[in-house]
């Protein structure tokens, strides 16, 4: 027995198209009295549903393929929106499916262009340029207009590579129930934070000696909007504010979830190629495991509190020490800050889990 989950919106029954004859608007089912049908009628369905062709039983009978059953929005009609949990009885947790293990080389791939592109590139080009050349061949305002136009290609890059996955028409990884221009919620964040990124790099590049200090701080900015964020959206689920808009597969007016639930929904399953079928399997784990639902709390405030933390003392040193010092703090330390909270975040999460396995089929047990 298989048991089909396919979205976080209920079903709502499809009204019939309006026609002037009110008995073909009815379908019809087999073995169920139709109002308004005699015996007869009732009778020659029944022979023509026993000697229809498996092709025919499909349109008599919906139920016979489950994966394409009827649904207010087209996008359930694809078959990478379903998701089929063969435990009715949840005698173990919804399994995610989903491993770190299996993409250690592209992990390890995408981070060393990531660090190459926001630590090295920035790091390296400012002091080639400004203590490689004399001011008579390049300028401060040049240096760092230069530096800044290198900085963030990769993530440019995979910006859009990341847009078009979501954007197109057959899209594997798109949100649950979301139309095609929604994208999802951790692509609108990154957006936005480009934005003031770009704002601070252009108004600290725009001065004939641009403040060094000011071109040092966009990392720990973007810190900041994420920790915020986290920590805004959990607090507001503590006091059961509605979800003010649709927060990826989450649609408006529904209970909150734990802050950091859109972004490992959202990053493993466009980033991390675990597609539509990840989102629909992590809400279902969400939904079931009450110690699923505590623990991304606490990751929540720990990332969140962390990030508050890291950006505001790398402000107040990029502020306070020497200003070369300073250019090379404000791009290494939120980097550096997140391996450390990665490399706690991980041995935690695998605990947890663990033990929420062992809690799971003990209290099944014992029922």
């Known amino acids: 027995m298989a048991t089909q989950y396919s979205s976080t919106e209920p079903l709502r029954p499809i009204a019939p198209a309006a026609t002037t004859d009110t008995q073909s608007t009815t379908p019809p089912v087999p073995g169920i009295q139709i109002d308004g049908a005699s015996d007869d009628d009732e009778r020659g369905r029944s022979a023509e549903a026993r000697t229809a062709t498996p092709a025919n039983n499909a349109s008599l009978n919906p139920s016979v393929n489950p994966s394409r059953a009827a649904s207010p929005n087209p996008q359930h009609f694809y078959p990478h929106t379903q998701v089929t949990y063969d435990d009715p009885d949840f005698r173990r947790p919804p399994p995610l499916k989903y491993s770190l293990r299996t993409r250690r080389k ?6 060393s262009l990531i660090i190459l592109d926001c630590i090295v590139m920035p790091i390296a080009t400012y002091f080639g340029m400004w203590y490689g050349l004399t001011r008579d061949q390049l300028s401060a305002n040049a240096t760092f207009s230069i530096s800044t136009a290198l900085l963030g290609t990769v993530s440019i890059v995979e910006y859009f590579i990341r847009f078009y996955r979501l954007w197109k028409k057959e899209s594997n990884c798109r949100v649950i129930g979301a139309k ?7 692509h609108w964040n990154l957006s936005v934070g480009w934005i003031f990124v770009m704002i601070e790099l252009i108004a600290g590049t725009t001065p004939h000696d641009p403040p060094i200090r000011v071109l040092a701080m966009p990392a720990s900015t973007m810190l900041f909007a994420i920790g915020v964020e986290l920590l805004l959206v959990d607090i507001l689920r503590i006091l059961k504010v509605p979800a003010p808009c649709r927060i990826s597969s989450l649609p408006k007016g529904a209970p909150l979830r734990p802050g950091i639930y859109a972004y490992i929904e959202d990053i493993c399953g466009v980033d991390g190629s675990g597609g539509t079928e990840f989102r629909q399997r992590l809400n279902l784990r969400y939904q079931a495991s009450k110690a699923f639902r505590e623990m991304l709390h606490r990751l929540t405030l720990f990332w969140a509190l962390g990030a508050i933390v890291c950006s505001a003392a790398c402000t107040a040193i990029v502020f ?4 070369d010092a300073a250019y090379v703090v ?4 939120p980097f550096l800050w997140a391996a450390i909270w990665t490399a706690i975040t991980i041995p935690w999460v695998q605990r947890d889990l663990v033990k929420e396995y062992e809690q799971w089929t003990e209290a099944n047990f014992k029922a």
């Open 106 to 111: 592209s992990i390890f791939w995408f981070w």
């Open 180 to 186: 095609r221009y929604y994208l999802d919620w951790f």
């Open 320 to 323: 306070t020490i020497q200003r």
């Open 330 to 333: 404000g791009w290494v330390m």
